[in-house]
């Protein structure tokens, strides 16, 4: 069981805490003057995405662990899984709901995702930052304006709801920010 | 910024001196720790501090004397820490403590310049009830709870039933980052189980003649009124040297040259330790220490 001691913290390490993969975000070392010394580690929870803070005696270990992020192409949802290839390899992953989370709106087929794999397991899937996706539902808003100002919901061909100008009508691709949900752009043809 | 500190010492009848890095021993602090240096059979050891070697000096009957130099302590490094850092250490033979924190002051405001505006002194008492919001005596129960209220996690865990170590966490957390902005902040009369090499008090014997100073947080210096008595000494080192074996740390051999010293006698002094490297960081705005060093040896994150 590979350990790393508080003097090789370092943000992004990945580590075991609680039984979790977590990773290391900010580590703060603190030594009182002639007093014993400790770190200040901020971490996220890779399963659940929380932040954590935990203080550490300079000096102690904790587990490693064998956590990796991979680029993998979305292929298709069963219900029950969300399935990911790795286009190098070909091997496959399926992700349940829990891991894919929030990204499962924004999934489009052949979408390159961030996978990230606890000893091979999928635990986490982050979206592409940009997805171009078909507006499939919207009110028709008021044509010809391009001026601005107003806004109304969409429903997206995966399903997820966004925000969108007055001019845009169903049928059309629009480009959207999966960080924020936000509508960016039409995509022209 | 050296040419600075050395006109200031010349200007004042300070001598400069020049201590070995490698010695037969290092001071036993059970919170610092050393590198041993292999040397066939033997071993030696890089210094932690000039401060034994000095004292020597001072039994000597050098006077007034002061040092610009490298120390070393393993496993530090973070933001504020490198395991090679730079210290100017001085001793004021007859000076109180109060004499050497004007002389302190009076430095680090040549050095820092517009960096500070003015000086700012608490007690380490008054500094405890004002940020923490307890007086630093009050039971292990109180600063307990004051830790879980201030959401420091894993407190009981590193503290147990030391009062000390609540006492350095609480301070850290809650105090060091809440002390007046740009200002020379000193802290002074620590509790007594945080003396270091400090004499306590004769007066009242529950304070340390101990004094720290501050800059936005970032604790540039450590001072002490010095202990003389060379069995007080002996005794605090054997403590040191116990603490270590029980913690599992290389036990360094006693330094009986420094004993001997002390013993011959070492004048009535004060003392003071300063990290150049730090208060250089500060008077060029950076944030990190490795951000003011040549090839600092642990890059920082």
């Not at chain 1, 029950?80 to 091997?91: I, L, S, V, Y």
């Not at chain 2, 210096?221 to 603490?243: S, W």
């Amino acid at each position: 069981m590979a350990t790393y001691s508080t003097n090789e913290f370092k943000p992004g390490l990945k580590v075991i805490l609680d039984g979790d993969p977590c990773v290391i975000l900010e580590n703060e070392f603190v030594k009182p003057g002639k007093g014993q010394a400790f770190n200040r580690v901020k971490f996220r929870n890779l399963k659940t995405g929380r932040v954590l803070e935990r203080t550490f005696k300079s000096g102690e270990t904790i587990e490693a662990a064998d956590v990796m992020e991979v680029e993998m192409q979305y292929l298709y949802n069963d219900g029950e899984f969300w399935h990911f290839m790795d286009p190098n390899t070909f091997e496959q992953v399926a992700a349940d709901a829990k891991a894919v989370g929030e990204a499962a709106k924004w999934l489009k087929e052949q979408a390159m995702c961030t996978i990230t794999l606890w000893n091979g397991e999928p635990i986490a899937v982050t979206p592409p930052n940009f997805v171009e996706l078909e507006v499939v539902e919207t009110d028709p808003g008021v044509r010809g304006d391009t001026s601005g100002g107003g806004s109304k919901p969409a429903k997206l061909e995966t399903g997820a709801v966004v925000k969108v100008p007055l001019f845009v009508q169903t049928g059309e691709v629009i480009k959207v920010d999966t960080r924020t949900g936000e509508y960016v752009s039409r995509v022209g043809k | 910024m050296l040419a600075r500190i050395r006109r200031f010492f010349a200007r004042r009848g300070v001598l400069e001196v020049d201590t070995p890095l490698l010695g037969a021993t290092v001071n036993p602090d059970p919170y610092v720790e050393f590198f041993t240096v292999p040397d066939g059979g033997r071993r030696h050891y890089l210094q932690t501090s000039p401060e034994l070697a000095m004292k020597r000096l001072l039994a000597a009957g050098s006077g007034p004397i002061y040092q610009i130099g490298k120390a070393f302590r393993r496993g530090e490094a973070g933001r504020l820490h490198q395991p090679e850092f730079t210290l100017l250490e001085w001793y004021r033979p007859g000076f109180t403590l109060d004499r050497l924190m004007d002389e302190v002051a009076a430095l680090l405001q040549v050095l820092l310049g517009e960096r500070v505006a003015g000086v700012t002194t608490f007690t380490y008492g008054e500094a405890f009830r004002e940020f923490v919001g307890l007086p630093w005596d009050a039971p292990l129960t109180a600063l307990r709870s004051k830790a879980a209220a201030l959401g420091i996690p894993d407190a009981e865990r590193l503290c147990g039933d030391e009062q000390r170590h609540w006492l350095d966490l609480l301070f850290s957390v809650a105090v060091q980052p809440r002390l007046p902005a740009s200002k020379l902040v000193f802290v002074r009369d620590y509790p007594a189980c945080m003396a270091a090499l400090a004499r306590c008090r004769p007066d009242d014997p529950e304070v340390a003649e101990r004094f720290e100073v501050f800059v936005d947080g970032v604790e540039l210096g450590n001072g002490y009124r010095e202990l003389t008595d060379v069995e007080e000494q002996r005794r605090r080192f054997q403590h040191d040297l116990r603490l270590r074996c029980r913690l599992g740390r290389v036990v360094p051999p006693l330094d009986r040259a420094f004993l001997a010293a002390l013993e011959a006698g070492m004048p009535e002094c004060s003392g003071v330790a300063i990290g150049l490297d730090r208060v250089l960081m500060l008077k060029l705005g950076c944030h990190r220490l490795s951000d003011v060093l040549t090839f600092p040896l642990q890059e920082s994150s």
